[in-house]
């Protein structure tokens, strides 16, 4: 069954038949739930690595995975969720300011998922690494735009189309101006994320195409997820605690579509 954005379910919540949309990814169900492999499989693998990236590959629940780009200062596009490379690296300062060059020189030594065991063993991989394994494993990327120019943006793009993925990948980001930049150049879905999302900032998003709402799953609530539908917006999540199978119970009822999580096991969906 393919994902159609604007394809409507009638699903009842607080007894009002409610139209909910659905993503617009050309991708075939695995589960009635889009498990999503937060940078990678990170409650086992240090986060944002090519190790993280294949490990979450080989688990058949997960539908897309999930990596944050940023750019080098020279054009390079890498996998690194902080602005700096002091927690996840053995170097410091900001991602921007280095080299693609210049960042391989230094080895992954910290953040989710690391063990002492993987020290001087990885290196902070490109984006087209990860779509290289995202492409090879068949998940579905979903890409947060971090710290970027539009040129960044804009090449974010063209990589994704030139690898294949047309049609077949999700844009996120907690800044909404990336986005409404990001549509300048692509018709994929583009999902704005934040913590204690309102109906006020759903109001905000009324004129970007495609969009998804993304908030906090430990802040979700059935009474906004209503309110999306009923304003013709799908709903997916991030942060879903590891473990958490009542959570994720709740958020298959209200119509959730998928969320990020760490791990797999442990939530409902085996």
């Not at 009842?12 to 695995?30: D, H, Q, S």
């Not at 018709?187 to 495609?210: F, Q, T």
């Amino acid at each position: 069954m393919k994902l159609k954005m604007l394809v409507c379910a009638f699903v009842a919540l607080a007894g009002v038949a409610v139209a909910r949309p659905t993503l617009n990814i050309e991708i075939p169900r695995k589960v009635s739930f889009g498990l999503q492999a937060h940078r990678g499989l990170s409650a086992r693998y240090p986060e944002n690595t090519e190790l993280a990236f294949r490990e979450a590959g080989k688990v058949g629940l997960y539908r897309g995975m999930e990596t944050d780009v940023q750019m080098t200062s020279d054009g390079v596009l890498v996998c690194m969720h902080d602005y700096t490379i002091d927690r996840t690296t053995n170097g410091v300062g900001v991602v921007a300011d280095y080299t693609f060059e210049q960042l391989q020189q230094l080895w992954i030594d910290g953040g989710e998922g690391w063990n002492d065991r993987y020290a001087q063993q990885l290196r902070v991989p490109t984006f087209e690494c990860y779509l290289d394994v995202c492409k090879e494993t068949g998940l579905v990327p979903y890409v947060e735009l971090k710290l970027l120019t539009e040129e960044g943006i804009r090449k974010c793009v063209e990589m994704l189309h030139r690898k294949g993925f047309r049609g077949k990948y999700v844009l996120s980001s907690f800044n909404l101006h990336y986005l409404y930049t990001a549509a300048k150049y692509t018709d994929a879905p583009l999902e704005y994320m934040k913590g204690d999302m309102k109906p006020r900032h759903v109001d905000d998003c009324k004129m970007l195409p495609n969009c998804v709402i993304r908030p906090s799953a430990r802040r979700l609530t059935k009474e906004f997820v209503n309110y999306c539908h009923t304003h013709g917006f799908v709903v997916e999540c991030y942060g879903i605690p590891v473990g958490n199978a009542e959570l994720v119970a709740k958020l298959r009822a209200w119509g959730v579509e998928g969320g990020t999580c760490n791990d797999w096991q442990d939530l409902g969906l085996e």
